[in-house]
């Protein structure tokens, strides 16, 4: 159940995620730099470029399943929102809503029947009002910018991370 709390805080959503999604990439990263030789310092920038931009995927993934492309996201979107999930973007909705639009998102959250395309454009748009989209896009885009100055930081020629650099612009641009 989701606590309709003022102080859920994003950092605690953030080290959430950090620890469930980013630490498997940065790991899968810093092995990959051990196991090819890389300095130690090279291998800590690998895993923080890793941590960063699996940060960043993780809340796309949480921002493309309210505003994605059905089409081109595969399944309906909304599903984070019917189940009441705990992301970034519900989180920062309660932090950032004034009275009025709190209350509707707890009715929101704790009805138990709804029309689920209602409830989907209900939230959504409470979502627009307050600027959870572009919060979310603003952060996305932080953690990405972050991620590449750690890979920039790596102290190798920059075609030899030109495809990483590549892979973590393709994750970035993903629809889906």
């Known amino acids: 159940d989701f606590e309709h709390r003022n102080d859920v805080a994003e950092e605690e959503y953030i080290e959430m995620i950090r620890l469930k999604t980013s630490v498997l990439l940065a790991c899968a990263l810093k092995i990959g730099a051990i196991l090819g030789g890389a300095s130690a310092e090279d291998a800590d920038n690998l895993y ?18 309210v505003y994605g492309d059905t089409k081109v996201f595969g399944k309906a979107i909304g599903g984070d929102i019917t189940s ?3 992301t970034y973007m519900l989180i920062n909705a309660f932090n950032r809503a004034n009275d009025e639009q709190r209350a509707e998102l707890v009715r929101w959250i704790e009805a ?28 996305i885009e932080y953690f990405f910018a972050e991620s590449r100055k750690y890979l920039a930081k790596v102290s ?11 892979y973590a612009e393709r994750m970035m641009k993903r629809k889906y």
């Open 112 to 139: 138990t029947e709804f029309d689920r395309a209602e409830k989907v454009a209900a939230v959504t748009r409470l979502y627009n009002e307050i600027g959870i989209d572009r919060l979310a896009q603003q952060k």
């Open 84 to 86: 009441n999930k705990k």
């Open 48 to 65: 923080r470029f890793g941590e960063q931009i699996g940060l960043a995927f993780q809340l796309q993934d949480d921002y493309l399943d």
């Open 156 to 166: 190798v020629a920059e075609e030899r991370k030109a495809e990483l650099a590549a």
